[in-house]
């Protein structure tokens, strides 16, 4: 009799096995900078935004440390289970990997969704003499020790500005801070002459009624929707292509399909909701949803700007 | 004039609704055991509860921040005093005397000092805030490269002033600090320096960590080499946890010297709680007329470093509200919350959501009530842990140290590096070093490397950019004060001791 009924229950059991996956526990969310930080504050509210969706506790652990290396080779050694999710940055992620002995690879993630796209902007202070591309590249040429803040040596910042300096054929001093808030106080405190940062850092800077910082380009194939004045730096004659940093959600490789295509949908929900277009409106932060095929794509090109570009850069 | 008093007004009658008076006690209370759990750092607390403020109104929710960010700093004074381990590096002076007091069985007492300083040093920063915000931002403007190296070498006077026994032995524990510092990524170059391909070691070595295995680690291997025969059974353990008219007399003058240092210090990015805490220590020792007790049990000391870096907190608040620049890593978090409600730093703070941020002012400085009665009922239960055996405290340390270092960032690398310090915490204490000397060192080096680098490369190697404004010269004042007024003061004294006889 106990023979029927166990067989009988595994006969049940196989076919509900095939039905969607969904998570019966709390979902790991690693972000590998530390609370607080731009990363972390838009990982914050996509997944208080999520869990309405999902269901279950989005639990975000911060690893902070040697510029996400750390954070990244805890989510690809994660178990592929679907409990175990995270946020990268491109092309940090990308340019870290193409490193000869990095700890990860770009194949042992799965890609989910993009979350935020932050285009690069050049900035100077509003008081400066400077109030165009062509006046900084002049200065430049003029005083090949102009200084630029960066938040760090070969930094997404510092490649800005090397992408820029080297089609503008200039000199200038780079100068390391620890990270975009301290480089946009060196600025702001007359320190340094100009800086590169992303839009989103420098949105209230720039803006009102006593601007502390001026836009002289970006870093775009068109120019800024809430910028119409700015040009890009392509128009001007210098680099023409996109550059700027991408906030994407990914999974450790060897996750099944189905529970990928879970997250992939649930985003994919969560990223077109009224709501939570909203809220990422108010927070300032620029939501661009793309979804896992575009998304392998924008990794796979930065991936070969890595290899092409960045190798070349310095 | 008029308008603000009006809106000042209003934040306390806000501030005080039943849910804000709620979250007040509830986030103080968590934020005083975070603190005092080693490794559990105030800026994880913050950064834990974070989420949970986001469906509250943005007062509440910066309200219960608020209370566990000034629970947390005064929290940490309670493992310092009973284990000698810092519960938060900001308290790590404290339990230089601190201990001392539970070793005379006077444990409750310290924690009653410890808890009224806090208070007071939490409660004055309020009023910068409310008062000065707009002058000390400007301040925290006028701090760039050359002031930061400045600042550092003012720190590592203070070398000279936790040493009580071996200037020359205090100095060579702060080289050692110092050479540690070294340890990681190379802040100009970007040049792995003594990590052993650690990828763990990149950011150099963790503050909490080291402080950990320096104070308590070595603690416990002293403590068992001892084999626990005679315990401290040193005095009889004393109740009285009340401060006496003339003891609060006495501790005004180092309060409020403390409060200036740790809110000056707080609107500093970078800078932070835990160097106030030793600089409030310091100069509570250098003006103090009770010099002896330092080394073994002042109250003076406590309250020093108590309330110097509960002032921090306040402090630290303005630049991060007025110029969205965090004072430190707690206000980091801070900041990402305000920003995630959409309310962004700056001048709109004070004029479009001006209600909102004077009830946050208002509760902070309930907060600072909530911390003062929920601590010191605390003091009585807490300091009962002193009079706990040794072979019950020490496994509970050992415990709590490896948790709390593994808790930093979930690495297990931090245990062994905590495991490390112990080690070299314990040599320290046989060779007669000093530990909080190293802590300096540790803390201070990548301050002044990256002031003194940064300079130079700005200037392009011109020493002068060191000498280029008036901050900068009136740093160097302090530091040569700070560096011979032990030495005049002494020679002072004892002329006038000469005098005398």
């Known amino acids: ?314 | 004039m008029l308008e603000t008093l009006g809106l000042m007004g209003a934040g306390f009658i806000h501030a005080l609704s039943p849910m804000n008076l709620l979250a007040m006690v509830a986030s103080t209370a968590l934020g005083i055991t975070i603190g005092c759990l080693p490794g559990l750092s105030a800026a994880m607390g913050v950064a834990l509860l974070l989420p949970v403020t986001f469906g509250m109104d943005p007062a509440t929710g910066l309200i219960v921040l608020g209370g566990i960010y000034c629970g947390a700093i005064f929290g940490g004074s309670i493992s310092a005093i009973l284990i000698h381990t810092p519960g938060t590096p900001a308290s790590a002076a404290t339990a230089i005397e601190g201990y001392q007091l539970t070793l005379k069985g006077q444990a409750a007492k310290a924690l009653s000092v410890a808890c009224y300083a806090s208070f007071c040093g939490g409660l004055l920063s309020c009023i910068s805030l409310y008062f000065f915000s707009p002058l000390l931002a400007e301040l925290a403007m006028q701090f760039k490269s050359p002031e930061y190296f400045w600042l550092s070498i003012f720190g590592l006077t203070i070398i000279a002033g936790v040493s009580s026994r071996s200037i020359l032995k205090g100095l060579m524990s702060g080289i050692l600090g110092l050479l540690i510092s070294t340890i990681g990524m190379d802040p100009m170059e970007g040049v792995e320096r003594f990590m052993f391909g650690q990828s763990t070691l990149y950011n150099g070595v963790n503050t909490t960590c080291a402080l950990i295995g320096l104070f308590s680690m070595s603690q416990v291997f002293i403590l068992a080499e001892k084999k626990i025969i005679e315990r401290a059974k040193a005095a009889k353990f004393k109740m009285q946890y009340g401060l006496s008219r003339q003891e609060i007399k006495r501790l005004m003058p180092t309060i409020t010297r403390s409060w200036l240092i740790g809110n000056i210090l707080g609107i500093l990015p970078g800078a932070g709680a835990t160097i106030a805490c030793f600089m409030g220590y310091n100069e509570a020792r250098r003006f103090s007329k009770h010099k002896e007790e330092f080394g073994t049990g002042s109250i003076e000391g406590v309250a020093g470093s108590e309330a110097a870096n509960n002032a921090v907190t306040g402090g630290s608040l303005i630049p991060t509200l007025t110029l969205g620049i965090p004072g430190e890593s707690v206000t980091a978090v801070l900041m990402g919350g305000l920003i995630i409600h959409g309310l962004q730093p700056g001048p709109e703070l004070f004029s479009t959501y001006a209600p909102m941020t004077y009830t946050f002012f208002a509760g902070f400085v309930l907060v600072q009530f909530a911390m003062l009665g929920i601590g010191l009922w605390g003091s009585k239960v807490f300091a009962q842990i002193s009079r706990l055996s040794d072979s019950i405290l020490i496994p509970s340390i050992v415990v709590l140290c490896v948790v709390g270092s593994y808790a930093i960032h979930n690495n297990f690398v931090e245990v062994i590096i905590m495991f490390i310090f112990g080690v070299i915490g314990y040599l320290v204490r046989k060779f007669d070093l000093n530990a909080a000397a190293i802590v300096l060192g540790l803390i201070l080096g990548p301050i002044g490397e990256n002031g003194l680098r940064r300079s130079l490369y700005l200037s392009d190697g011109d020493p002068m950019i060191l000498f280029s404004t008036p901050l900068c010269w009136m740093l160097i004042i302090l530091c040569v004060v700070g560096i011979f007024s032990p030495i005049i003061m002494g020679r002072f004294e004892k002329r006038m001791l000469d005098k005398n006889s």
């Not at chain 1, 930080?37 to 440390?65: C, H, V, W, Y």
């Not at chain 1, 450790?252 to 949908?265: L, T």
């Not at chain 1, 932060?285 to 095929?293: A, G, H, S």
């Open chain 1, 1 to 314: 009799m106990k023979k029927v009924l166990l067989s009988l229950a595994v006969a049940m059991a196989l076919p509900l096995s095939a039905q969607a996956w969904t998570p019966q526990n709390d979902i790991n969310v690693i972000v590998a900078y530390k609370a607080g930080s731009g990363t972390d504050t838009g990982a914050r509210l996509l997944s208080s935004q999520a869990e309405k969706f999902i269901g279950k506790t989005l639990i975000i652990n911060n690893l902070p440390g040697a510029d996400g290396k750390i954070g990244w080779t805890r989510l690809v050694q994660a178990k592929p289970d679907g409990y175990t999710i995270g946020f990268i940055n491109l092309p940090t992620f990308t340019t870290l990997a193409a490193q000869k002995g990095a700890p990860f690879k770009t194949a042992q993630i799965v890609p989910i969704a993009n979350h935020l796209t932050e285009t690069s902007v050049i900035v100077v202070r509003a008081d400066s003499k400077i109030d165009s591309l062509k006046g900084l590249v002049d200065a430049a040429k003029a005083n090949s020790k102009m200084r630029c803040s960066t938040n760090g040596v070969k930094a997404s910042n510092h490649t800005a500005a090397q992408l820029f300096a080297k089609s503008a054929g200039i000199q200038y001093k780079a100068v390391p801070y620890g990270g975009t808030a301290d480089q946009l106080l060196a600025l702001r405190q007359g320190e340094v002459d100009f800086s590169c940062a992303k839009i989103a850092d420098v949105a209230k800077l720039v803006t009102g009624d006593k601007p502390e910082l001026r836009i002289l380009g970006v870093f775009d194939k068109q120019r800024l929707k809430e910028f119409p004045n700015v040009p890009t730096l392509g128009e001007m004659g210098y680099y023409g292509e996109w550059y700027g940093s991408a906030r994407a959600l990914v999974a450790p490789a060897g996750m099944p399909a189905d529970v990928v295509k879970y997250y992939v949908d649930t985003f994919k929900k969560v990223m077109s909701d009224p709501e939570v277009i909203k809220a990422h409106q108010t927070a300032g932060l620029n939501l661009e949803y793309k979804n896992d095929k575009e998304l392998g794509e924008l990794i796979k090109a930065q991936e070969k700007f890595a290899r092409d570009v960045i190798s070349t850069l310095y």
